[in-house]
């Protein structure tokens, strides 16, 4: 009897000694399959830790970069070598140097959505999740952002007493969500609680009892009273948040689908597994130099 996608992808996992890493915002067959699923600082933190040779990574080109930095004698695939971050893609490493030169006395922090060249270029990076605390923490008064505004202006909503020189970059499943959408489900659900993840525009975010990055919205949905949440992030967290609370009930965003997250199937991962491709390479310098940003942000975890 020929064996499934899914039967063959755990065969291959053992030969190989792999490990699948997803995104919450990954289809629900591939938040199946992995051994974690997770946001960006929890992969990241997962990905250092693994006693793993090959790292599958279903998400985007800047999360299974950020895995290589971290562990670069491994093997790390990422099963559509097309999936992108467009937000990440919006600084490039020679404006961020210009920026940097006009700006002598500020300090760089680095979205994780961020490729490379770029981070190769930070003080230290951030995640939604603690980009708060990293900015409080550091010396200087001016920080240069990159590259999400909307994320960038809701730290400096926290932390009023920094100077932030931000990028003008944005995440459009995020930044085009609708206060009309928003403002609807919240009349047709009075009793949900409305979560929304700081790329959102400041708007929506005043709308919000909360605004979490996507493992926050996990933990805070885990011990809420509340039975029903509008859920303003990237619509593949609801799938995780109902399977890991039955009984509570989600209402996702019409609008808030991310293209290049949808791009991992189950047969790009069995693919990927088979011919071990295509790989994540980037030079030794550059990810010496990234490595550094990188591994100050794990540090303040
Ligand atoms: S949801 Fe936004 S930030 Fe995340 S990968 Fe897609 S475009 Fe990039």
Request: positive net charge.
């Given at each position: 009897?020929?064996?499934?996608?899914?039967?063959?992808?755990?065969?291959?996992?053992?030969?190989?000694?792999?490990?699948?890493?997803?995104?919450?915002?990954?289809?629900?067959?591939?938040?199946?399959?992995?051994?974690?699923?997770g946001?960006?600082?929890?992969?990241?933190?997962?990905?250092t830790?693994?006693?793993?040779?090959?790292?599958?990574?279903?998400?985007?080109?800047?999360?299974?970069?950020?895995?290589?930095?971290?562990?670069?004698?491994?093997?790390?695939?990422?099963?559509?070598?097309?999936?992108?971050?467009?937000?990440?893609?919006?600084?490039?490493?020679?404006?961020?140097?210009?920026?940097?030169?006009e700006?002598?006395d500020?300090?760089?922090?680095?979205?994780?959505?961020?490729?490379?060249?770029?981070?190769?270029?930070?003080?230290?990076?951030?995640?939604?999740?603690?980009?708060?605390?990293?900015?409080?923490?550091?010396?200087?008064?001016?920080?240069?952002?990159?590259?999400?505004?909307?994320?960038?202006?809701?730290?400096?909503?926290?932390?009023?007493?920094?100077?932030?020189?931000?990028?003008?970059?944005?995440?459009?499943?995020?930044?085009?969500?609708?206060?009309?959408?928003?403002?609807?489900?919240?009349?047709?659900?009075?009793?949900?609680?409305?979560?929304?993840?700081?790329?959102?525009?400041?708007?929506?975010?005043?709308?919000?009892?909360?605004?979490?990055?996507?493992?926050?919205?996990?933990?805070?949905?885990?011990?809420?009273?509340?039975?029903?949440?509008?859920?303003?992030?990237?619509?593949?967290?609801?799938?995780?948040?109902?399977?890991?609370?039955p009984?509570?009930?989600?209402?996702p965003?019409?609008?808030?689908?991310?293209?290049?997250?949808?791009?991992?199937?189950?047969?790009?991962?069995?693919?990927?597994?088979?011919?071990?491709?295509?790989?994540?390479?980037?030079?030794?310098?550059?990810?010496?130099?990234?490595?550094?940003?990188?591994?100050?942000?794990?540090?303040?975890?």
């Open positions: 009897m020929e064996k499934s996608v899914v039967q063959q992808i755990e065969k291959l996992k053992k030969t190989h000694n792999a490990v699948i890493l997803a995104h919450n915002y990954q289809r629900p067959e591939v938040q199946d399959i992995a051994d974690f699923v946001d960006s600082l929890d992969l990241s933190l997962k990905a830790k693994t006693e793993a040779n090959v790292i599958v990574f279903c998400g985007v080109d800047f999360m299974a970069e950020a895995a290589k930095i971290l562990n670069p004698e491994k093997t790390v695939l990422l099963p559509d070598k097309t999936a992108n971050c467009p937000m990440a893609e919006m600084v490039d490493a020679e404006s961020l140097g210009w920026l940097k030169k700006h002598p500020g300090e760089v922090v680095a979205y994780i959505n961020t490729t490379a060249d770029v981070k190769a270029l930070a003080d230290i990076c951030c995640t939604s999740a603690n980009g708060v605390k990293i900015v409080k923490s550091r010396a200087s008064k001016k920080i240069i952002f990159v590259p999400d505004r909307n994320l960038g202006l809701y730290i400096q909503s926290q932390v009023p007493k920094k100077e932030m020189i931000l990028w003008p970059g944005v995440c459009r499943t995020h930044h085009d969500i609708k206060k009309e959408e928003i403002l609807l489900l919240k009349q047709q659900h009075p009793e949900a609680e409305l979560l929304v993840h700081p790329e959102c525009q400041p708007d929506i975010i005043k709308l919000a009892d909360h605004a979490f990055s996507t493992n926050g919205m996990v933990d805070h949905v885990k011990t809420s009273p509340k039975k029903e949440f509008i859920i303003g992030t990237e619509q593949g967290l609801c799938y995780r948040l109902e399977k890991e609370n009984g509570k009930k989600f209402y965003i019409s609008t808030a689908i991310c293209p290049n997250m949808k791009k991992t199937t189950l047969e790009k991962v069995l693919k990927s597994l088979q011919t071990l491709e295509p790989k994540i390479h980037l030079s030794d310098e550059i990810m010496r130099r990234a490595r550094i940003p990188l591994q100050r942000m794990m540090d303040m975890k």
